[in-house]
């Protein structure tokens, strides 16, 4: 079963030590919204070695879905986040947030001033063209 968030453990990667390993599936996003228990799933969590680790990547990457650092997500899991933030002993930054603290010459800042109908700014427009020319090549 492939695990479509935590990306294919390295030897010296802390995820490997995670009391979830080798029951991905059961943390994964799909599984975890069929099953309606998930006791067993955040007991594994509240006695990880790496909750802390864990914890830290989980606001980090903000997934969508799937039991995390003793949190059953959902695709709208800001509250979630931050009581994982607050348990981690970090602060956390609501992606709306972190947009308004870009400074200009970064993409988040060019969407800023579409989003507030500004001229766009020659540095954010240099952001942007990098941003889609970047785009374009990944695709
Ligand atoms: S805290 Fe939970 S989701 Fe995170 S690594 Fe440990 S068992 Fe897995
Ligand atoms: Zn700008």
């Not at 800001?78 to 972190?98: C, W």
């Amino acid at each position: 079963m492939s695990d479509p968030v935590f990306s294919l453990p390295r030897p010296e990667n802390w995820k490997t030590r995670g009391a979830c390993v080798g029951q991905w599936q059961e943390f994964d996003a799909e599984e975890s919204k069929r099953s309606k228990d998930h006791r067993t799933q955040l007991r594994l969590c509240a006695t990880c070695p790496v909750l802390q680790e864990c914890r830290i990547d989980t606001v980090r990457t903000r997934p969508n879905g799937g039991i995390r650092a003793g949190e059953v997500l959902g695709v709208r899991s800001e509250r979630k986040f931050q009581r994982i933030a607050e348990a981690a002993g970090i602060d956390y930054v609501p992606p709306a947030a972190q947009s308004e603290l870009q400074p200009c010459g970064t993409y988040a800042a060019y969407q800023r001033h579409m989003r507030r109908k500004e001229k766009v700014c020659d540095e954010c427009r240099r952001a942007m063209v990098q941003k889609s020319q970047s785009r374009r090549r990944a695709s």
